[in-house]
């Protein structure tokens, strides 16, 4: 009687906190400060669960995490209170500890969420709220760009705001978030899901429906943030998700993006015949690839690159500080960059190159580990789960993005990042556990 009652306690602590994370996550998209609300909660009883299910240091990935926090902490430590600041008629070394939001609680999300995506279900769920909770990033973008709606709009006392900035042409749809690039990294993290909703079976005709709706829309979304990245990740995610055996699909797609591409980076066109297809064309589209939209550029990505690299070198072992960059850039170059462009570059240049490397080693090899797992399913049940599919697509392009662009250090970005690297973790798990079994069986 005692180990029933036990039992169900443990139940319903385990489905409060798998609600609490849920709502979490839908209200992630809207505001920041409502989702916190819900996740910290839902973080707390996930943390109790892993103790209990003994995974405190059981988990190789998570530990591997644990130790690049570890070592975050002790080199920002060090660069705030021990070490000279070389730099500090330019930077605060403040920035450093604060810079710490960045990294350690996200180490956390990731070892305390697993409970909440360890089977095929609770992700379906998960997918299920995180696109519902799109919808007002749709609605107000739309608003934004079609109807002119602008604000920042804010409610008690500016804890929830909601941003419509005015668009100005050349210009891209921001809706909720202060920058187009964000606005298109949060719709290419929820475009692989659409299209795994599309392609589920058994669904009703009003959920195909509904399904569909918010495909289209949240493509048309991507596309008129004007971000490149965006663009990339619509067409990168579709064979990822749907397979090779519906490549089909995309064909018309693909063909009209390489017909674009030559006609405008070729030069091969009249003046006269470019000129009357630019008319059909957004400015800022047009800009994205034409010759033209690069001549203003004071420096490319490539030459940030070269001087994050450089930087890094400065203090390779416990780097420099957290947004340190910025004001190093900008004393050697007279220019303003927000960041490196590149989220390794920027991670080794705030808090080391050796950390930089487990961090990255670690991420690459559970990207590689999982993507087998979920790509060499060979039955067919298993190789047309089109979610799990879709949490690997959604990470590994988010994560090429973070190459040429930055859009993690936005909170809502960054929860969502962690929280699909723990689901894809959990997948290669519950296949691993599904080989051990059968294994056993025979």
């Given amino acids: 009687m005692q180990y029933e009652k036990s039992l169900f306690n443990y139940i319903g602590f385990?489905?409060?906190?798998?609600?609490?994370?849920?709502?979490?996550?839908?209200?992630?998209?809207?505001?920041?400060?409502?989702?916190?609300?819900?996740?910290?909660?839902?973080?707390?009883?996930?943390?109790?669960?892993?103790?209990?299910?003994?995974?405190?240091?059981?988990?190789?990935?998570?530990?591997?995490?644990?130790?690049?926090?570890?070592?975050?902490?002790i080199n920002a430590l060090l660069q705030k209170f021990f070490l000279i600041n070389n730099y500090k008629d330019i930077w605060n070394s403040d920035l450093t500890i604060f810079g710490l939001a960045n990294w350690l609680p996200y180490f956390w999300v990731f070892w305390a969420f697993q409970p909440f995506l360890e089977t095929e279900s609770k992700r379906k769920k998960f997918v299920i709220f995180l696109v519902s909770g799109t919808l007002p990033l749709i609605i107000t973008g739309f608003g934004q760009y079609f109807f002119d709606w602008t604000g920042p709009f804010q409610t008690l006392n500016g804890l929830i705001i909601w941003y419509q900035r005015p668009i100005v042409n050349p210009g891209g749809l921001t809706g909720l978030f202060n920058n187009q690039?964000?606005?298109?990294?949060?719709?290419?993290?929820?475009?692989?899901?659409?299209?795994?909703?599309?392609?589920?079976?058994?669904?009703?005709?009003?959920?195909?429906?509904?399904?569909?709706?918010?495909?289209?829309?949240?493509?048309?979304?991507?596309?008129?943030?004007?971000?490149?990245?965006?663009?990339?990740?619509?067409?990168?995610?579709?064979?990822?998700?749907?397979?090779?055996?519906?490549?089909?699909?995309?064909?018309?797609?693909?063909?009209l993006l390489v017909i674009y591409l030559f006609t405008y980076l070729s030069g091969s066109l009249s003046i006269e015949l470019l000129d009357s297809i630019k008319k059909f064309i957004p400015q800022k589209v047009y800009?994205?690839?034409?010759?033209?939209?690069?001549?203003?550029?004071?420096?490319?990505?490539?030459?940030?690159?070269?001087?994050?690299?450089?930087?890094?070198?400065?203090?390779?072992?416990?780097?420099?500080?957290?947004?340190?960059?910025?004001?190093?850039?900008?004393?050697?170059?007279?220019?303003?960059?927000?960041?490196?462009?590149?989220?390794?570059?920027?991670?080794?240049?705030?808090?080391?190159?050796?950390?930089?490397?487990?961090?990255?080693?670690?991420?690459?090899?559970?990207?590689?580990?999982?993507?087998?797992?979920?790509?060499?399913?060979?039955?067919?049940?298993?190789?047309?789960?089109?979610?799990?599919?879709?949490?690997?697509?959604?990470?590994?392009?988010?994560?090429?993005?973070?190459?040429?662009?930055?859009?993690?250090?936005d909170g809502k970005i960054s929860i969502l990042a962690w929280t699909l690297l723990c689901g894809i973790k959990k997948i290669k798990d519950q296949e691993k556990n599904s080989f051990l079994e059968n294994e056993n069986n025979l």
């Fill in 181 to 255: 690039n964000y606005a298109g990294s949060w719709l290419n993290l929820i475009w692989p899901f659409c299209i795994a909703l599309v392609f589920e079976k058994t669904q009703s005709i009003f959920k195909i429906g509904v399904n569909i709706s918010f495909l289209f829309s949240v493509a048309l979304a991507s596309f008129l943030t004007y971000s490149r990245n965006a663009w990339g990740g619509l067409l990168l995610a579709l064979p990822l998700v749907i397979g090779q055996a519906r490549i089909i699909w995309i064909a018309p797609l693909v063909t």
């Fill in 287 to 409: 800009l994205e690839f034409a010759e033209e939209g690069y001549t203003n550029l004071d420096t490319t990505r490539l030459e940030i690159l070269k001087s994050a690299l450089q930087i890094a070198t400065i203090r390779p072992f416990i780097g420099i500080g957290a947004a340190s960059f910025t004001a190093i850039f900008a004393m050697r170059t007279n220019l303003y960059k927000g960041h490196s462009h590149n989220l390794i570059s920027e991670l080794a240049i705030s808090y080391g190159i050796p950390v930089t490397l487990i961090l990255l080693i670690t991420v690459v090899i559970l990207i590689i580990k999982s993507g087998v797992s979920i790509f060499s399913k060979k039955d067919n049940k298993t190789a047309n789960n089109f979610v799990d599919r879709a949490f690997w697509t959604s990470i590994f392009i988010f994560l090429l993005s973070q190459l040429v662009d930055i859009q993690y250090f």
């Fill in 14 to 73: 385990k489905k409060a906190g798998y609600f609490l994370f849920l709502f979490g996550i839908f209200f992630l998209c809207s505001s920041l400060f409502i989702s916190v609300l819900f996740l910290i909660p839902a973080l707390i009883i996930g943390s109790v669960l892993q103790i209990k299910n003994k995974e405190l240091f059981n988990d190789k990935w998570s530990c591997s995490f644990f130790a690049c926090g570890i070592l975050i902490l």
